[in-house]
């Protein structure tokens, strides 16, 4: 049974950082590339960040670029999304995904395998 469990949401001010974690079971997590989602209340679901299997490259929607570092430790199937200089604008629910073998098209939310129940983060401003 496949599991990600996410973690570390929380309600900050803006300026404030958080970093959220997404534990993985039941997949060989070295071979999956992982990505972070995110949904605003009345808004799709968008891409903001993911980090690919192997060579871990790391990719980066626009407006969190500088301010957003994805990381991962296959030791402990883990991914992680430290989250600085948080603006209102990012409030939202979280969500990490799992895609095997992913290498491309990282951004493309119907291209992953597994998703996980997400973890809020609202920044006040």
């Known amino acids: 049974q496949v599991q990600l469990v996410e973690s570390g949401g929380g309600l900050v001010q803006a300026g404030d950082s958080l970093k959220l974690s997404c534990a993985a079971s039941?997949?060989?997590?070295?071979?999956?590339?992982m990505g972070w989602f995110r949904q605003a209340p009345g808004k799709e679901r968008e891409f903001v960040s993911a980090?690919?299997?192997?060579?871990?490259?790391?990719y980066y929607e626009d407006s969190v670029k500088g301010r957003f570092t994805i990381s991962r430790d296959n030791a402990k199937n883990t991914v992680y999304l430290q989250m600085n200089s948080l603006k209102p604008e990012d409030t939202a629910d979280y969500y990490c995904?799992?895609?095997?073998?992913?290498?491309?098209?990282?951004?493309?939310?119907?291209?992953?395998?597994?998703w996980g129940q997400g973890t809020q983060v609202t920044v006040s401003s």
């Open positions: 995904a799992a895609m095997v073998y992913g290498y491309s098209d990282l951004d493309d939310s119907g291209r992953y395998d597994y």
């Open positions: 980090i690919s299997w192997g060579d871990s490259s790391t």
């Open positions: 039941g997949i060989i997590f070295s071979r999956y590339a």
